[in-house]
C-alpha cells in the first residue's frame, strides 16, 4: 500500500473465488484431459464482485445466512484460498480464528502445543515467555495444561486454541463464529479479550449469526448474500438489514419439503394447510444450515400462530415451541430459548436446568418437543427469540444446535404513553398533596 493508505487495513477490490463441482471423479478426470475444450463441472460462485475498504482500528462485522459466502470471504483475507478474480491488500500481520484446534497435535500436550501455535503464528521466544502466563489462565485447563490434548474434550481444545491466538496481539484479528461455543463464562471472557484488542487499535473482522454480538461489538458491517455484498454500512442498520431478510425468507415450500431437505421425514402438511386448520405455521431450519454430529433443532414457532406474523400485547401468554432430533446418543441434555432486544439486550432467557429438569440420554433417531409458556411481561417493541439445545451438562457443556434469530415477536402498546424501559413491571403509583 502507498503512504497515502496507511490508514486502510484491508481493501478488497473485484473479489470472486469459484469453484468446480464435479458430479463424479471421472468427470474430473475427463477436464483434466479435455485441455480446455469442453466443460464437465458445474460452476459455483461462493463470491462475485465483493468490494469493501476496512478502516485501521475498526471492528467490521459480516453477517449472512449460512452458505452465504462469509466464511469463504475470511479465508481469502487470511491467505487460507487464493481468489478467482480480484484483488486483497492487507496492512499488518494477520491472526485468523477460523478452524480452532485444527492445527494442534493430540500426542503433545497443553503446554507443547501453545508453544508449537505461538512459533506458527510468528511469536518470538520472548513475547510467548512474557505471555505463557496469561495464556494459561486464559485457557483455564488446570492441571489438565500438563496432559495430551488427545485426553481433551471439545471444549477444551477450544479454549486452548483460542487462548493463544487471542493474546497475539494481532494488527488485524479475524474471528469466524469463534464464540458461538463455550460456556457462558468463557464467551464474555472472550468478547471482553476482543474489546481490550479493539482498545489497543487493532483492526477486527467478525462473523457471527449473533446481531447481538455483532451489535455489541462492532463499529460497521456488511451483510452477503448469495455471494454478494447487499449492504455495507453501521453495524445496527445492516443487523436489521439481516433480520428482514431472515424474516421474508420464501416459505412456499411445504414443510414436509424442508424436512426433507434437512434428511427427516415427516408429514405431508402444507403451509397453507396449517394455516387454514388453526393459523399455526412453525418456522423450519435453514436446509443449507451447518451440519451438526448430535441433532438438530428441526423447526420453531408459537403455538397457534403464523411464525411470520407475530403481534402480541402486554402480559400475553405465549407458548413457544422447539423441536430437536438427535442424530447419535447423546447423554444430559437441556433445551432453552433467550428472549433480546433488537439490539442484543437479554431481556429474558431459561431453559430446563433452570426448573432442574434435565433429558438423562436422548437416542439416536429419537425428536424432542418443547413448549416454554412465558407471560410477556414486556414493554412495547420489536423482540428477537433465540432457541439452543446442549449436552453432557454435568461435564463439559456442549452445543447440540442453536438458532439464532428464530423469531420476531412485537409487543404492542395498550395505552397512549406507556412505562419506558424493557420490563412491563407496571408499577402502582399514588402522589397526594400533603400541605
Not at 362 to 389: K, Q, R
Not at 393 to 411: C, G, N, Q, S
Request: charged share 20%; net charge negative.
Amino acid at each position: 500500500m502507498s503512504e497515502a493508505d496507511q490508514d486502510i487495513a484491508i481493501r478488497i477490490s473485484g473479489l470472486s473465488k469459484r469453484y468446480e463441482i464435479y458430479d463424479s471423479p471421472r468427470h474430473r478426470l475427463w477436464q483434466g484431459l479435455a485441455m480446455g475444450k469442453r466443460q464437465f463441472f458445474r460452476e459455483f460462485w461462493a463470491l462475485r464482485d465483493v468490494n469493501l475498504t476496512i478502516q485501521r482500528g475498526e471492528t467490521f462485522g459480516i453477517v449472512g445466512r449460512n452458505g452465504a459466502g462469509k466464511s469463504t470471504l475470511l479465508q481469502l483475507i487470511s491467505g487460507v484460498l487464493t481468489p478467482t478474480s480480484g484483488s486483497i491488500e492487507t496492512n499488518g500481520r494477520i491472526t485468523a480464528l477460523l478452524e480452532l484446534g485444527a492445527g494442534l497435535n493430540p500426542e503433545f500436550t497443553g503446554l507443547e502445543n501453545i508453544r508449537m501455535s505461538a512459533a506458527v503464528l510468528g511469536m518470538s521466544d520472548l513475547e510467548l515467555t512474557r505471555k505463557m502466563d496469561v495464556i494459561i489462565e486464559f485457557a483455564a485447563l488446570g492441571d489438565f495444561i500438563q496432559q495430551p490434548v488427545k485426553h481433551y474434550s471439545s471444549g477444551m481444545i477450544m479454549r486452548l486454541a483460542f487462548a493463544v491466538a487471542i493474546n497475539f496481539d494481532p494488527d488485524i484479528l479475524i474471528v469466524d463464529e469463534a464464540l458461538a461455543v463455550g460456556d457462558e463464562l468463557f464467551q464474555l471472557k472472550c468478547i471482553r479479550r476482543i474489546q481490550e484488542i479493539k482498545e489497543s487499535g487493532a483492526t477486527i473482522l467478525f462473523v457471527s449469526h449473533s446481531t447481538h454480538t455483532i451489535n455489541q461489538i462492532c463499529d460497521r458491517a456488511v451483510l452477503i448474500d448469495g455471494g454478494k455484498a447487499v449492504q455495507v454500512g453501521n453495524a445496527k442498520a445492516v443487523s436489521e438489514r439481516y433480520n428482514k431478510l431472515l424474516f421474508s425468507l420464501d416459505t412456499g415450500n411445504t414443510v414436509a419439503e424442508s424436512d426433507a431437505l434437512n434428511g427427516y421425514a415427516v408429514a405431508t402438511i402444507g403451509a397453507s394447510e396449517i394455516g387454514a386448520a388453526s393459523g399455526e405455521l412453525m418456522r423450519p431450519r435453514d436446509p443449507a444450515g451447518e451440519s451438526r454430529p448430535q441433532g438438530r433443532i428441526l423447526d420453531v414457532g408459537i403455538a397457534g400462530h403464523d411464525y411470520r406474523h407475530l403481534a402480541f400485547e402486554q402480559g400475553d401468554t405465549v407458548r413457544f415451541r422447539m423441536r430437536v432430533r438427535f442424530d447419535a446418543d447423546t447423554p444430559n441434555v437441556i433445551m432453552g430459548m433467550m428472549i433480546t432486544t433488537a439490539t442484543g439486550v437479554d431481556c429474558y432467557h431459561t431453559n430446563l436446568l433452570c426448573r432442574d429438569s434435565m433429558i438423562e440420554h436422548a437416542a439416536a433417531g429419537e425428536t424432542y418437543s418443547i413448549t416454554f409458556e412465558v407471560p410477556l411481561a414486556l414493554n412495547a417493541g420489536s423482540y428477537i427469540v433465540v432457541f439452543d439445545c446442549q449436552y453432557d451438562m454435568r461435564a463439559t457443556p456442549k452445543l447440540v444446535d442453536i438458532f439464532y434469530e428464530a423469531l420476531k415477536v412485537t409487543v404492542v402498546p395498550d395505552r397512549l404513553i406507556d412505562d419506558g424501559g424493557i420490563a412491563a413491571l407496571g408499577a402502582t403509583i399514588e402522589c397526594q398533596l400533603v400541605r
